[in-house]
Each structure stands twice: as C-alpha cells, then as structure tokens.
C-alpha cells in the first residue's frame, strides 16, 4: 500500500539521520546549533512532538518560568543544573540553550583569553570557568546523545522485527503457492479491500483471511465427522467447519511450540468470534476495524508459518477418544 511504503521510508531515513547525528555528537566536528537542527528535524519525522519542544528549548534556552512536567515523555532528559544566566527584560536567571553555552567556550579559550590581555590572575580565573563550562557542556550534549540512541535502537528493533515478520511472510506465501494455490486468489482480495477505509472492506477483508485458512486446513487435515484428544486431554472435533480446529491439531501434533500455538489459537478465535457477533447483530453494536484486520492477517501469516515449518505435508493421526464419546463442546469457530 502506498501509504505504509511512505512510512516505512519514513521510518528508514529516520533510522539513517540518527546515525548521522550520533556521528556527529561523537566526531564533534560540527557546532552544536547545526547537530541540534538535526534532532529536531528527527523529532519530526517521528512526529514526537515532545521531543521537538524539549529540543526547542534546548536551541534557545529555557523560559523563566519553566515546569519540565511540560516536556512530557521528554522529561527524563531535561536537568536544572545547568548554566544560567539573568533575562534582559525581568532579570531573573534562566537555563541558556546549548548553542549559547558553547559561545560561552568558545570565548574562554586560551587563545581568546590572551587577546584580551588580562593579567595571569585573570587568566587563571577565566580559564578555570572555561573548564567548568565544557564540563557541563558536555554533561548536557550527552542527553542529547542519550535521546537519539535510543530513537535509532527503537528503529532498529522495528526493523529486527521487520525482518522476521517478512521471513514469516515469506514461508506462508511460498506454502500457499506450493500446496494451496488456490488460497493466492484469497491474498490478492485482502490486498485490494484493504485499500478501502471502511467496514465492509474490512469485513470482505477479513472473510479471505477466513477462506484462506479454510483451504489451508484442507490441505493439511480433511475434514471428518471423528473428534480428537489434543495433549491436554479436551476433545476437539475436525468436521468441515472447524477449520481452526483443524489447523491447530495440525500444529499440535507436529509441533514443540506450545505457547505460541496457544497464543495463536486464542487470539484468532477472539477475532473471528467477533466478527460473527458482528454479522449477526447487523453491524448495530460493533464493528470490524482496520485494527481487528490488520491483527487477523499477521496471525494468519505466523498460523500458516507454523504449518509450513513442518516439512511434510500429510494427514496427521488424531488421537481419538472411546466409540460412542461425541464432542458436547462448544465449537471453537462457526461456519465460514
């Protein structure tokens, strides 16, 4: 979709300025003003805006009157003991942005001191607020350092789980295209209806991912009228409908992945559950979200991910309870 290629790039060219920017807060190369400007365009492209008033506040100095509860979920990098200086206007002391701190340096560098011709006294003095100076400047350039370290780790966990989401994806489309071909067509209607922002669509969507998952349990568990015991002893039955059942009996008895498969399991029967509280009350009281979608369709991928890292692709042996044991239970998914 056009919309989610724009913010992945987003999201990549973010991660490469937070690099840019650690390179240049640890090269020191560049004045601060400009390293700054960087941060914040960062701060931008996240759209966090308390990031981009805590770096305001930084570029400029802050207000007299300040209550760093303001900075929000930036509080963490802000600190009072900083250098301050008194306002022109109310005279009363503020906190200088960094930029102003690192002319104050500038100014009280060895050589600047001894163009201005003070005495030795003088020149100690000054030199000992210099040092000062650069150690708080450098205490305070290391929240800043601290904050986009911890943007470019974010975006960095995003991509690691990028990576395997697409690793996943991947598995599922090539078990579709080589046992299940059929359920291609079924991807490319989640594709076009997800295009469209609203319920139907998302209703349309979601009925694919129900077929897709239908035909998949097909494939690996036909459907019969028997019930099995699955490992914690609960009967299941594997008739046409309970394709959900199918599949996970499937997983289950080929699988060492138990918490997921459980997790899974749980998770699509919620979604679906909803949808068909859906259908049956019109709509009226609730209804399907690109939100409810998007999560069926991720947990379609990891389901069929799971099938698909079972090599061999047969009709498992169900262990079946006592002749005359019919399943009572209710059924875990309705008919699609």
């Given amino acids: 979709m056009v919309m989610d290629d724009y913010q ?3 999201l990549k060219l973010a991660k490469e300025l937070s690099n840019v920017i650690l390179g240049d807060l640890e090269i020191n190369q560049l004045p601060i003003s400009q390293i700054l400007m960087k941060a914040k365009r960062l701060a931008r492209m996240l759209h966090d805006s308390d990031a981009q008033k805590w770096l305001d506040y930084e570029i400029m100095g802050y207000p007299v009157v300040f209550d760093p509860n303001d900075l929000g979920s930036c509080k963490k990098y802000y600190t009072d003991d900083r250098p301050v200086i008194r306002d022109g206007k109310t005279h009363r002391p503020h906190s200088i942005g960094l930029p102003h701190l690192e002319s104050y340096i500038n100014s009280t560098k060895i050589e600047s001191v001894t163009k201005l011709g003070a005495n030795e006294s003088q020149k100690i003095q000054i030199l000992n607020k210099h040092h000062e100076l650069v150690n708080d400047f450098e205490r305070l350039k290391t929240t800043i350092h601290n904050y986009v370290t911890e943007v470019n780790i974010s975006l960095s966990v995003g991509d690691f789980a990028e990576d395997i989401f697409e690793d996943t994806r991947l598995a599922a489309d090539k078990f579709i295209r080589e046992n299940c071909p059929r359920a291609g067509e079924q991807l490319l209607a989640i594709n076009e209806k997800m295009k469209y922002y609203d319920p139907e669509s998302f209703s349309q969507a979601l009925a694919a991912v129900q077929k897709i998952l239908v035909i998949v349990a097909d494939t690996v ?11 914690k002893g609960r009967e299941r039955s594997i008739e046409p409908h309970q394709y959900l059942n199918r599949i996970f009996s499937y997983i289950e008895q080929n699988s060492k ?4 498969i459980s997790m899974l399991e749980s998770e699509m029967a919620y979604i679906f559950a909803k949808s068909d509280h859906t259908r049956e009350k019109k709509g009226l009281h609730e209804r399907i979200s690109k939100d ?45």
Avoid: C, W
């Fill in 221 to 231: 568990v036909p459907a019969g009228e028997k019930i099995y015991l699955d490992k």
């Fill in 8 to 10: 992945t790039s987003n």
């Fill in 257 to 260: 992945n138990d918490p997921v």
């Fill in 292 to 336: 409810d979608v998007e999560l069926a369709i991720i947990h379609m991928y990891l389901v069929i991910a799971e099938v698909a890292k079972i090599k061999k692709i047969e009709t498992i042996y169900l262990k079946t309870p006592p002749s005359g044991n019919f399943d009572t239970s209710p059924k875990l998914s309705p008919p699609v």
